[in-house]
């Protein structure tokens, strides 16, 4: 069972940053593939990023290609999330996801650990 742990999260004005982590219990931690959703109030959860075991392939949805970037730390069982140039649309509890899948997927359906979430909030 792998435990996820997110933290970050927070209030900044449209066009600022923040940078999300997620640390992971688990040694194997470089063994999954590792995401981030996002979910905006009233809507359903979605794919944001996710980046393959040894952090040299990655995968954004559109809507963010350009702003964040997603990253990660095997020694550190962590994954990062720095998101810049936030918008109001980018208001959304953010949570990380472990993937034992060998390609990305922007389902939910295919990652199965998942963190508690953290808010982020961007005002106008």
């Known amino acids: 069972q792998v435990q996820l742990v997110e933290s970050g999260g927070g209030l900044v004005q449209a066009g600022g940053s923040l940078r999300l982590s997620c640390v992971a219990s688990?040694?194997?931690?470089?063994?999954?593939?590792m995401g981030w959703f996002r979910r905006a109030p009233g809507k359903e959860r979605e794919f944001v990023a996710a980046?393959?075991?040894?952090?040299?392939?990655?995968d954004y949805v559109v809507s963010v290609k350009g702003r964040f970037t997603i990253s990660r730390d095997n020694a550190k069982n962590t994954v990062y999330l720095q998101m810049n140039s936030l918008k109001p649309e980018d208001t959304a509890v953010y949570y990380c996801?472990?993937?034992?899948?060998?390609?990305?997927?922007?389902?939910?359906?295919?990652?199965?650990?998942w963190g508690q979430g953290t808010q982020v909030t961007v005002s106008s």
């Open positions: 688990e040694r194997t931690f470089s063994s999954y593939v």
């Open positions: 980046i393959g075991r040894s952090g040299r392939n990655t």
């Open positions: 996801a472990a993937s034992n899948l060998f390609y990305f997927s922007h389902s939910t359906a295919s990652y199965d650990y």
